[in-house]
């Protein structure tokens, strides 16, 4: 039942910026963590950024100072900001989140959910 829903891919220039945000929605009783993972073509999956329930952040050392992730929880929203961009920034970005849903009346353990991923082309 929970959904993550994604916009704000495109193209760019390289040296713009974009802004990706991701919205979970659902029967949501907890999110642990949100982020945001890519992967460009005969590459693997690789973190870009996440940001945990106490605010903490990790980010992939291609992206630090480059791009900051935040959050809303009112909205239960997390977005990137992407600033710098370089060709090889290219990829399928995905939303991802660690939600505790409800079962009933009560949270059922965490489990990971993905967005449906968005295309950002950087060029050069």
């Known amino acids: 039942q929970v959904q993550l829903v994604e916009s704000g891919g495109g193209l760019v220039q390289a040296g713009g910026s974009l802004r990706l945000s991701c919205a979970a929605s659902g029967s949501i009783f907890s999110i642990n963590a949100m982020g945001w993972y890519r992967q460009a073509p005969g590459k693997q999956r690789e973190l870009v950024a996440t940001?945990?329930?106490?605010?903490?952040?990790n980010y992939a050392d291609s992206v630090k100072g480059r791009f900051t992730i935040s959050r809303d929880r009112a909205k239960n929203t997390v977005s990137l900001q992407m600033n710098s961009l370089k060709p090889e920034d290219t990829a399928v970005y995905c939303c991802y989140a660690y939600i505790l849903t409800w079962y009933e009346t009560v949270p059922a353990d965490g489990l990971d959910y993905w967005g449906q991923g968005t295309q950002v082309t950087v060029s050069s």
């Open positions: 940001i945990t329930s106490g605010g903490a952040t």
